[in-house]
């Protein structure tokens, strides 16, 4: 398989940000990732595709996110959007450019924690689009770069109070972890990632823990609001996708190598979960790739 485009952004060491205003009618920019972060406006947009991982959705009139990591692959993508004019704005900046001794301040906490999410790219609430909107509205025409810098901290303030910000891709796929958590759901999560390929029984896991499997299965979703099989099936998903963006495997082979034992029931699944037959997934990111 070849190599999703790696963008290098026209960034140097004595920048700050780099922010650029697009209007375009057509989405035909690859799949694609590179090292600096990255916050993404698009606006009169209904009906793209937004591939962030493996997390692939249809947006409405205006998209927000925001992306912190380092080879997460991206793209906004044609789909169903008819639009003669859509606006983009796209502001990247360097992951050292609030460094860890600013962002361990207090002031900075809830900046920090949105970061640590962003890894696996966070959607903003149609809220906090709002509210930071004539902050990005004007940024690209600033004539002060001091005043843009002022207006991008104002802006990364206000959308880390976003409670209704929502990360996208799954950890599996983006290879990542965010937040801290109870040990004993980070051992038994530890635990899944090394054996998703074999049967996990809820038994097994809540012995691992020293708990009964009905006080662990309650203990499970009250701190990660998720049931422990949909934990596991989206642990799956996440490293099948994976297999179909770097491997040549079969979808076949893959549905085995992560767990799924029955091939119509990997499809069913995936479908559901993703959008995407796990066939279609992979078009969609061999399409989007480039020779570099």
């Known amino acids: 398989m070849s190599s999703v485009l790696r963008e290098t952004p026209p960034i140097t060491d004595k920048d700050c940000f780099y922010i650029v205003e697009r209007h375009k009618s057509v989405f035909n920019y690859p799949i694609h990732s590179h090292e600096e972060f990255e916050l993404n406006f698009v606006e009169h947009c209904a009906g793209v595709h937004r ?48 460094d860890e001794r600013l962002l361990g301040r207090n002031l900075f ?47 990364l303030n206000e959308l880390s109070q976003d409670a209704g910000a929502r990360t996208l891709a799954s950890n599996s796929f983006a290879q990542k972890e965010t937040g801290r958590e109870s040990r004993r759901v980070a051992k038994v999560k530890e635990y899944i990632s090394a054996h998703f390929a074999e049967e996990l029984r809820l038994e097994d896991l809540a012995a691992l823990v020293g708990m009964t499997p009905s006080a662990f299965s309650r203990f499970f979703k009250q ?35 992560c767990g799924f034992n029955n091939l119509s029931n990997f499809n069913r699944i995936f479908k559901a979960r993703r959008g995407y037959t796990p066939r279609d997934f992979r078009a969609l990111f061999t399409k989007s790739r480039v020779y570099v």
């Open 51 to 98: 591939v962030v991982g493996d997390s692939i959705e249809e947006v409405g009139d205006y998209d927000l996110v925001l992306l912190t990591g380092d080879g997460l692959e991206h793209a906004w993508q044609q789909g169903n959007c008819t639009a003669p004019d859509v606006r983009e704005i796209t502001i990247q900046f360097s992951s050292s450019l609030l």
């Open 109 to 155: 906490s809830s900046v920090r924690k949105m970061f640590e999410n962003a890894r696996l790219g966070v959607a903003f609430s149609m809220d906090a689009i709002m509210k930071v909107y004539n902050l990005m509205d004007t940024i690209a025409q600033q004539q002060e770069s001091f005043d843009q810098f002022l207006a991008m901290l104002k802006i």
């Open 223 to 257: 701190h990660t609001t998720r049931t422990l099989s949909d934990y596991i099936i989206d642990i799956r998903l996440g490293n099948a996708a994976r297999m179909l963006v770097d491997t040549s495997r079969s979808i076949s082979e893959i549905s085995y190598a």
